[in-house]
């Protein structure tokens, strides 16, 4: 295509933007596939899976759990909180054992 031909400054920057432009232009259209996709995804979930029952959160959360690791106890009981997404105030802990 170049191979052998001199060019100018001015056509260096013209091509080099040009080419620049389709990898943007590329890039944008690969979200877009991908935003796409992940809509027609979550129809076909909400539909597949039936609604859950929500259980009313109790009034007051009473553990039973007194060790002398109660440092320990609290880090176990915030991370799990943190990865069910439910909060610390809607779950009850009745036991840990360590493994």
Do not use: W, Y
């Not at 432009?21 to 129809?43: D, F, G, P, T, Y």
């Not at 609604?51 to 007051?60: D, E, G, L, R, T």
């Not at 690791?69 to 054992?97: G, R, T, W």
């Amino acid at each position: 295509m170049l191979a052998g031909q001199d060019i100018s400054f001015a056509q260096s920057i013209v091509i080099s933007l040009s080419g620049m432009a389709i990898v943007m232009l590329e890039l944008v259209l690969l979200a877009l596939v991908i935003i796409a996709l992940s809509r027609i995804i979550a129809k076909f979930e909400k539909k597949d899976t039936p609604q859950k029952a929500v259980a009313p959160a109790p009034a007051q959360v009473v553990t039973a759990i007194h060790d002398e690791n109660d440092d320990e106890l609290a880090a176990v009981m915030v991370a799990v909180c943190e990865e069910s997404k439910i909060p610390l105030n809607e779950i009850v802990f009745k036991n840990i054992q360590k493994l």
